[in-house]
């Protein structure tokens, strides 16, 4: 049973108010886990009947004032849609159960008129063609910014993943997303046996660029999250995720077999992922789009599938997959929030 505090976590959080009574209270307390409870409250009428009013403010768009939204993004005008969120069609329907297939085929519905594309294909809608053109070794990923503050921030957070990974040499890491893969060729040249895998495969020969030229235990893998490059069950040491995690649709399926991956010690490591504490404006669902206006504008621009995750829904598809979970905070840079996932026994 989850306790008197997550029932009334839930009536605050989601429905906006405070619990009735201690009858009320008691009587949620029936559901097994916090996202079970949560689910809940969002499925109730209450919810549905408030949910626009909530979640709707005077700094919104709607989906017919994007291509402006998405041309200002490219212009670089930061100041016009400040503060700007999208306001869900009519259509939404924010009380079908969030783990239900009818869920996941509306918020494809969603991508297919935010994106203006059909036929989600992680192979094509996540591709960054132009990285090819970028210097993999001297100037990769944020270096070739030349933003201090930008590149301080993936630095700290670079290193919190370093300080939480608990790998010594020999070990095996396992990057899903990598990119560039700065943080697996740190983890390489500190002796882990490292794999990468991305769907870009100008990602993955960057990093094979890297890893000759340090000569390190590092191999790039084209693939979508779930492949097992090592080839054999319960390899890995260390699975992690950095700014890469929400572009999964299928992340539930995705959670349920890291502990076939896992060595009966090993954990999984989320940086960088856009984990909200509270129900918002660029938030308004346990899982789905954030709906701020620089996300939808890159939605529109690139295809991609940015999603966004309750901080007590997605640790509760965790511990269904038998992880626990340990919050690592960073004062100094949202990058480097690290959520450290490890097996229960």
């Known amino acids: ?122 192979a094509s809608n996540e591709d960054t063609p132009e990285i090819a053109d970028l210097d993999a070794i001297f100037k990769p990923a944020f270096f070739a910014t030349g933003d201090t503050q930008f590149a301080g921030g993936q630095l700290m957070a670079m290193g919190h993943i370093l300080l939480r990974s608990g790998i010594a040499p020999g070990q095996r890491v396992l990057e899903y997303g990598a990119g560039f893969g700065l943080t697996a060729l740190s983890l390489a040249r500190l002796g ?69 991956l896992l060595t009966p010690t090993g954990k999984v490591i989320l940086a960088g992922e856009p984990i909200f504490d509270n129900l918002c404006a660029d938030m308004p669902y346990l899982w789905g789009f954030r709906l701020d206006w620089e996300n939808v504008a890159v939605m529109r621009i690139r295809g991609w599938m940015e999603l966004g995750f309750q901080k007590s829904f997605l640790i509760g598809q965790f511990d269904k997959a038998g992880l626990d979970c340990t919050i690592h905070r960073d004062p100094n840079s949202h990058w480097a929030q690290v959520y450290e996932f490890r097996q229960r026994s």
């Open 1 to 122: 049973m989850i306790s008197r505090d997550d029932v009334i976590d839930g009536y605050r959080e989601v429905l906006g108010r405070e619990p009735e009574n201690d009858l009320v209270i008691e009587h949620h307390r029936q559901f097994a886990t916090r996202m079970d409870l949560f689910a809940g409250f969002m499925q109730s009428n209450e919810f549905k009947d408030s949910f626009r009013d909530r979640f709707t403010s005077e700094k919104s768009f709607t989906l017919d004032q994007l291509d402006d939204v998405a041309l200002d993004f490219q212009r670089g005008d930061h100041e016009r849609w400040r503060g700007y969120s999208l306001s869900l069609p009519d259509w939404f329907d924010p009380a079908i159960a969030p783990d239900s297939t009818a869920y996941r085929d509306q918020m494809l519905r969603l991508w297919e008129v935010i994106t203006e594309r059909s036929g989600y294909d992680p």
């Open 192 to 260: 882990a046996k490292v794999d990468t895998v991305d769907i870009n495969p100008a990602f993955c020969r960057a990093v094979q660029t890297s890893s000759d030229r340090y000569q390190v235990d590092l191999t790039p893998h084209v693939g979508e999250f779930g492949f097992n490059p090592a080839g054999v069950p319960n390899a890995y040491d260390l699975i992690f995720f950095y700014e890469s995690f929400h572009h999964s649709l299928d992340f539930s399926q995705l959670i349920a077999t890291f502990r076939s």
